[in-house]
């Protein structure tokens, strides 16, 4: 089994790695230049971004020949999934893929301009994740096929939704600025997916133009030295199950 997975703070890396599989990621799969992938199963993890797929999953995908018996869909996501999965279903298609199976899980939600981190921890009990995931696993380990079931008005928000919110994202690096808890330590430019932060010597860092909007950068910094104007949260998340390393070997 391999698994394809983007991860800004751990959620998907969390869920893949609850599979015996090869995990893969996207953004190493891109440096690299592997765009075809064959094994017996073969899973895509994904956060759910703007209701839809994340530009850097999409642009991953839309080259890439998955060739497979099997193939399942996971979407992570924090508030509504709403209808990612068949944003990912018609990505999928558009490149001559499919998938088997297709599921999402409620996990806390890190887009800090809605939700407060502290809320969210709060409410990880209730989001009931580990029994959610452990039927998703059951499913796929007994080979189950699921279609998308997002209901077309959900589908309809979502293919709208992504093109509106992606005009509203391509500001969200000038959202961004350093404080100066800042020790340049570089820990931002390593866990950016796009290579889209540099940090050289004894300046602070500065955010280019090419941001997927992951906040990897401001979640993972030791010293939480990144702000976000309109964050609900001064707290910053990554998932308990991951380390900062996992992050940084994941997207650096
Ligand atoms: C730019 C951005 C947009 C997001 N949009 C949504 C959304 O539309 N719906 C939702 O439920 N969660 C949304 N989220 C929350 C993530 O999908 C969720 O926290 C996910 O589990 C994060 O996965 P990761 O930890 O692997 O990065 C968004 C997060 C980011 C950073």
Redesign the pocket.
Known sequence: MKILYF???????SVAKCFEAELLSIPQMIKNNIYEIEDDVIGIVY?????SVPDIVRNYLEKCKINANYTFVIA???????GSLNEMKKLLKSNGNKADYYSSLL?????LPFFDIEKQLKMLNKKNIENNLKTIIEEINSRVTKETNCGWINNLISSIGYKVIKQI?KY?PKMFYVNDDCILCGTCKKVCPNNNIEQENKNKPIFKNNCT???ACIHNCPKNAIQMKLQRSKKRFR?SNISLNEIIKSNN
């Open positions: 991860t800004g703070t751990g959620n998907c890396l956060p759910v971004y703007a209701v992570t996501y924090g508030f509504t999934a709403c996990m806390v939600d890190n887009y994202e969200t909007g992951c906040l998932n």
